[in-house]
C-alpha cells in the first residue's frame, strides 16, 4: 500500500519561505505524477502544482513564480519551496498522486493522498 507523508508545515510572516515535503512509501516504482494541493475553511481545493516522473512541472497562476515543485526520485521525496508567502497562502496542504496516470496535469484525479500538513502566514 502506498502511503504519503507530508512535513515542514508551520507559520511565518508574509515574505518569508517555507519548503514542504511529501515521501511517499510502499510503492515499487516511482509516482508517475504528484501534486500539490491546499484548502483553506469556506474554500475550495486548490491543486497549486503538479510535478510529471520526467520532471514536467506545472503551476496555478497563484503560485506561479513564487512556489517550486521537485523531486528526488532516489529518495521517494518530493518538495515545495515556498517563497514569498502571502497571508492568503494560509492553508492546509495536501500531497496527493498517482503511480499510474494517462497525464499528469493539475487538474487530474488523484489516487493517494496525504493527511495535510498546515501553512500559517501572517501580515
Known amino acids: 500500500q502506498v502511503t504519503l507523508v507530508e512535513s515542514g508545515g508551520g507559520s511565518v510572516q508574509a515574505g518569508g519561505s517555507l519548503r514542504l515535503t511529501c515521501v511517499a512509501s510502499?510503492?515499487?516504482?516511482?509516482?508517475?505524477?504528484i501534486g500539490w494541493s491546499r484548502q483553506s475553511p469556506g474554500k475550495e481545493r486548490e491543486v497549486i502544482a503538479a510535478?510529471?516522473?520526467?520532471?514536467?512541472?506545472l503551476y496555478a497562476n497563484s503560485v506561479k513564480g513564487r512556489f517550486t515543485i521537485s523531486q528526488d526520485l532516489a529518495k521517494n521525496t518530493y518538495y515545495l519551496q515556498m517563497n514569498d508567502l502571502k497571508p492568503e497562502d494560509t492553508a492546509m496542504y495536501y500531497c496527493?498522486?498517482?503511480?499510474?496516470?494517462?497525464?499528469?496535469?493539475?487538474?487530474?484525479?488523484?489516487?493517494?493522498w496525504g493527511q495535510g500538513t498546515q501553512v500559517t502566514v501572517s501580515s
Open positions: 496527493a498522486g498517482n503511480v499510474v496516470a494517462d497525464v499528469c496535469e493539475l487538474d487530474t484525479g488523484r489516487d493517494i
Open positions: 510502499g510503492n515499487s516504482y516511482n509516482m508517475y505524477c
Open positions: 510535478i510529471e516522473y520526467n520532471e514536467k512541472t
